[in-house]
C-alpha cells in the first residue's frame, strides 16, 4: 500500500501534506536508484508560486547525491516528459496539475513515462526512511538552468507543419504553464487564434478559468462570436473544447472522432481505444458503430497507458482531456491534443458540431465528497450493501472511488433514467456523509 505516491505522484497541500523535506528525499533517492544509469535529473513546474522553493529543494536533494540537475523553467508536463525521452534523462515535474494553487505536485518520469507503481513503492521506502544518501564532496553534483523548452516547440511544430484551419479560435491557458508555449506553436503553424487567462501571478492558475472552470472560456466564446475554444489545465496535460455555442466537447468526444480519423487513416492500431471506467457508454456506442474495440481501465492516465501498451493501442485516454496520441507522445499532452483535433476537423471538412453530433449521452452525474478518511468509508459495509444493490439493473451503473489525490470521495451514476441517476448520487452522497461525521 503507497503511503505517499497518488494516481499521479505526490500530491498534497504546500507545506502541510508536501514539504520541502519530501522534494529533497524523492530527488535524493532518485538519484541513489539511478546512480550510474543517469547523470541529470530535469526538473521543470507549472506556475505556482511555491514552484521556486520545490526547485531548490529537488536540486539540493539530488546534486548531494552525486547527480547533476537541469532546471528547465515553466513548462508543460508532457514538455518535460519529451525532453526526458529524447535526452534519456529522469525528471520531477513539480505540477499539481487541475488543482488549485495552494496544492502542488511532484510527478517522475523516466525516458518519457512516468514511473511504475512498484518504483513508487521503493522510492517511498527510501523517501521515508531516516537515511539519506550523500556523495564525497568532490563527487557533488552541479545545478545549471537551460531553454530547452524550444526543443519541444520545434518537435510539435515540425508534426503539424501544414496543419490548415479556418477557424478563429480562443484559447483557455488557464493561468498555467502552456501559455508559455502555446503563442510560439501557433504562431508557427500560422493558426488564428486569441489567448486568454495567460496572467500567471503564482495564485491564480485554474482560478476561474481553464479546463476547470470551462464555462469563462464558454461565455468569451458565444459572446464574442468564435468558431472555437480550446481549454487546457494548469500544466497543459488535459485539453477540452468548446463548440460556436457554448458547449464543451469533453475527452470522450474528443477521443471518438479522433480515433475515427485515425481508423479512416489507417493509423489506428489494432482497432482499439482505452478509457477508463467514467467513459460514457454513448460514447462506447459511437465506437461500436465504427468497428472500433473499447477496453476500460481504473481512474489514472497511467493505468490508461499500461492498458494501451500491453494491447498495442495508440490512442486513449479520460473524459477529462487528458488523451495520450502514443505514436505523438509518451503521456497526455494538451497540445497534441487540440492540434490532432483541429486536424481532424480539416480532415473530415466537418465543424466540431457535425462531428459530435451522432455521440449520444447517457446522463451521467458525478459528486464529490470531502471526508476525513477515504479507505474506512469505501470498506464500510452499508457503502458495499448498497453498490450490490444497483448492481444488476439494465443500462445503470454506480462507480464509488476515491480520490488518488484529494481528501474526497467521488460518486457517479450513468444511466438512460435521468431521475434515477440523480436520486442514486444523492443516496449516496447522503450516506457517505453521514458515515464520515460518526
Given at each position: 500500500m503507497k503511503r505517499l505516491f497518488g494516481t499521479d505522484g505526490i500530491r498534497g497541500i504546500v507545506n502541510e501534506e508536501l514539504t520541502i523535506e519530501v522534494g529533497v528525499r524523492l530527488a535524493n533517492s532518485l538519484a541513489k536508484i539511478y546512480a550510474g544509469r543517469y547523470e541529470t535529473l530535469l526538473v521543470a513546474s507549472d506556475t505556482r508560486n511555491s514552484a521556486e522553493m520545490f526547485e531548490y529543494a529537488i536540486a539540493t536533494g539530488a546534486i548531494s547525491a552525486g547527480m547533476n540537475v537541469e532546471i528547465c523553467g515553466v513548462i508543460p508536463t508532457p514538455a518535460l516528459a519529451h525532453l526526458t525521452k529524447e535526452k534519456k534523462a529522469i525528471g520531477i515535474m513539480i505540477s499539481a496539475s487541475h488543482n488549485p494553487s495552494i496544492y502542488n505536485g511532484l510527478k517522475v518520469f523516466c525516458e518519457g513515462f512516468k514511473i511504475p507503481d512498484e518504483l513508487e513503492v521503493d522510492l517511498e521506502n527510501l523517501i521515508l526512511s531516516k537515511e539519506m544518501d550523500y556523495s564525497p564532496y568532490g563527487e557533488i553534483g552541479k545545478v545549471k538552468r537551460s531553454k530547452l523548452k524550444n526543443k519541444y516547440i520545434d518537435y510539435i511544430v515540425d508534426i503539424f507543419k501544414g496543419l490548415k484551419t479556418k477557424y478563429k479560435i480562443a484559447i483557455d491557458v488557464g493561468n498555467g504553464a502552456s501559455g508559455t508555449v502555446v503563442e510560439s506553436i501557433f504562431d508557427k503553424l500560422e493558426i488564428k487564434y486569441d489567448i486568454y487567462n495567460n496572467t500567471p501571478d503564482g495564485f491564480n492558475i485554474n482560478e476561474k478559468c481553464g479546463s476547470t472552470v470551462p464555462e469563462t472560456l464558454s461565455n468569451i466564446v458565444k459572446n464574442d462570436g468564435y468558431d472555437l475554444g480550446i481549454l487546457f489545465d494548469g500544466d497543459a496535460d488535459r485539453c477540452l473544447f468548446i463548440n460556436k455555442n457554448g458547449n464543451l466537447i469533453d475527452g470522450d468526444k474528443l477521443i471518438a472522432i479522433n480515433s475515427f480519423k485515425q481508423k479512416e487513416q489507417n493509423r489506428l492500431k489494432n482497432d482499439t481505444v482505452v478509457t477508463t471506467v467514467m467513459s460514457n457508454l454513448g460514447f462506447e456506442e459511437y465506437l461500436k458503430k465504427h468497428g472500433i474495440k473499447l477496453l476500460r481501465t481504473q481512474v489514472g492516465d497511467k493505468y490508461v497507458l499500461e492498458k494501451m501498451l500491453e494491447f498495442g493501442a495508440n490512442i486513449g485516454g479520460e473524459q477529462s482531456g487528458h488523451i495520450i496520441f502514443l505514436d505523438?507522445?509518451?503521456?497526455?499532452?494538451?497540445?497534441?491534443?487540440?492540434?490532432?483535433?483541429?486536424?481532424?476537423?480539416?480532415?473530415?471538412?466537418?465543424?466540431?458540431?457535425?462531428?459530435?453530433?451522432?455521440?449520444?449521452?447517457?446522463?451521467?452525474?458525478?459528486?464529490?465528497?470531502?471526508?476525513?478518511?477515504?479507505?474506512?468509508?469505501?470498506?464500510?459495509?452499508?457503502?458495499?450493501?448498497?453498490?450490490?444493490?444497483?448492481?444488476?439493473?439494465?443500462?445503470?451503473?454506480?462507480?464509488?472511488?476515491?480520490?488518488?489525490?484529494?481528501?474526497?470521495?467521488?460518486?457517479?451514476?450513468?444511466?438512460?433514467?435521468?431521475?434515477?441517476?440523480?436520486?442514486?448520487?444523492?443516496?449516496?452522497?447522503?450516506?457517505?456523509?453521514?458515515?464520515?461525521?460518526?
Open positions: 505523438r507522445s509518451t503521456t497526455g499532452d494538451g497540445i497534441i491534443t487540440a492540434l490532432e483535433t483541429l486536424h481532424t476537423l480539416s480532415y473530415f471538412d466537418k465543424s466540431i458540431e457535425e462531428l459530435t453530433s451522432e455521440i449520444s449521452d447517457y446522463p451521467q452525474l458525478l459528486k464529490n465528497v470531502s471526508v476525513k478518511d477515504k479507505k474506512s468509508i469505501m470498506l464500510d459495509e452499508r457503502i458495499i450493501k448498497k453498490i450490490k444493490k444497483y448492481e444488476n439493473i439494465e443500462d445503470f451503473r454506480v462507480l464509488i472511488r476515491p480520490s488518488g489525490t484529494e481528501h474526497k470521495i467521488r460518486v457517479m451514476t450513468e444511466g438512460k433514467d435521468q431521475k434515477l441517476v440523480n436520486d442514486v448520487v444523492d443516496e449516496f452522497v447522503e450516506l457517505i456523509e453521514r458515515i464520515d461525521r460518526e
